[in-house]
């Protein structure tokens, strides 16, 4: 059953009333630290990951002006202390970069992203969790393609990862899944459709996979979402018109009694349209609910959690004339929603990350040219927001949620005429 969430004048302009720095809570930013590598610019953190006694955060760094980059891992104490911070320079010694961390589950980092090579090859790193270097494994689909490793993710069950390489040459486009022993060795690999990318991944509780994304049609695109077994077979592909030319798949996560994710669809490649929530269990895929979101403004999701109970809530954009402005929804379990909450800033703003905390969701997203942080509880309402000023530049890449209920934030910050630094923040409950 479809359920509208009518966006009213009353609702848009509550949004001015959300601009301020803070709010009066109990959150607060415990600490910010900034990584300044060897050529000082050139350095983000693109992935966190949230241990009970560290966090880890991992990038890449510039290793010289002549498009040379490293990956870079770093480890934190809770209260911001650096521990020890690691490169890797690939056998290439060109532009190295990652793009997704995991810790698995023997206390292991796992980092995913891109080296030099025929190209441009994807690479999967192994640290170990006092920082050295276990392995690492490139892989090549060929001359012609680029490959670049997006997604990782770590079973439970298992001493293995998932892991998503995304290879494109000229205008087309291959995805693979492959799964990797945290010896090194890997196990399968399988081949979404031609033309398929991946926004996402997640797993359930019996480590199946799950990716969302897009794949080419004749007119455009439509939504894909697609399980994978253990084993690697391929347990279900769906393909999600969205009622537009082009739709796409943008986020999954796990909640909603099975699988959440958000479908988008416009009538261009970019151009926002409109969205919907969207819930399925695992295995058949069945459709629990669809929940659009209905408005007059053009609008898009960006990203989806699981939230209590069941539910979930999802983080966009929508366009008021000439502004961008950030929104939430929650929807519960049975697919009903709540009234959408929108903030705005000056420059334009959007939800782009969200992750799930006790009583509610941490989300962080583009405000002007730098970032915002806030806290939102169930309805969604808003509990806490912070906006990045420290810097005139900056953008937040990763959000994960710390064991207390707090979070971390990483991305990059930079100030006037200066390169970038990779920075982190903690936030407290």
């Known amino acids: 059953m479809r359920r509208l969430l009518a966006f009213t004048a009353a609702l848009l302009a509550l949004a001015a009333s959300l601009t301020a720095a803070g709010t009066a809570a109990a959150e607060s930013v415990a600490w910010q630290a900034a990584y300044d590598g060897h050529q000082h610019g050139g350095d983000a953190f693109t992935s966190v990951v949230a241990a009970q006694n560290a966090v880890f955060a991992a990038g890449y760094t510039a290793a010289s002006w002549a498009n ?19 490169t890797w320079n690939g056998p290439a010694s060109g532009a190295d970069q990652c793009w997704a961390l995991a810790r698995d589950r023997r206390g292991g980092l796992c980092l995913a992203g891109s080296t030099a090579g025929h190209g441009g090859d994807a690479v999967v790193v192994e640290f170990g969790a006092n920082g050295r270097l276990r392995w690492w494994r490139r892989y090549d689909s060929g001359a012609r393609w680029q490959d670049t490793a997006r997604f990782v993710r770590p079973l439970t069950t298992a001493d293995a990862v998932y892991v998503v390489v995304e290879s494109r040459s000229g205008t087309e ?45 004749t007119t455009g695109s439509e939504g894909l979402l697609a399980s994978f ?34 479908l988008c669809a416009s009538d261009g490649p970019t151009g926002l349209g409109r969205a919907s929530v969207l819930s399925s269990v695992s295995a058949p895929f069945t459709e629990l609910w669809d929940t659009p979101v209905a408005t007059a403004l053009p609008h898009e999701l960006n990203a989806v959690a699981g939230a209590d109970g069941g539910g979930a809530v999802a983080v966009g954009r929508l366009r008021d004339g000439e502004s961008d402005l ?11 929603a709540g009234a959408p909450l929108v903030w705005s800033a000056a420059g334009g703003c959007s939800g782009d990350l969200v992750t799930a905390a006790s009583g509610g969701a941490w989300v962080a997203g583009r405000a002007g ?7 939102l509880s169930p309805a969604p309402a808003l509990a806490w927001r912070y906006d990045f000023t420290a ?19 990483a991305g990059w910050s930079r100030a006037m005429g200066a390169g970038a630094d990779a920075v982190l923040l903690r936030v407290t409950p």
């Open 173 to 217: 486009w291959r995805t693979r899944v492959l799964r990797y022993s945290l010896r090194g060795r890997r196990d399968w690999v399988v081949r979404l459709a031609p033309g398929s990318r991946v926004t996402g991944v997640t797993t359930d509780a019996r480590d199946d996979l799950y990716v969302s994304g897009w794949s080419a049609t």
């Open 229 to 262: 077994a253990r084993d690697g077979s391929q347990r279900w592909t769906v393909g999600l018109p969205g009622g537009d030319a082009f739709a796409r798949t943008t986020s999954i996560a796990a909640g909603g009694g099975g699988i959440v994710s958000t």
């Open 369 to 375: 040219y730098t970032f915002s942080l806030l806290h």
């Open 68 to 86: 040379r980059s490293d990956m870079v891992l770093a480890r934190y104490t809770p209260a911001g202390t650096r521990s020890w911070v690691r």
């Open 391 to 409: 810097r005139p530049s900056a953008r937040a890449l990763a959000l994960a949620a710390a064991p207390d209920g707090g979070a971390y934030v």
């Open 326 to 336: 950030g929104f939430a929804v929650a929807v519960d379990a049975a697919g009903a």
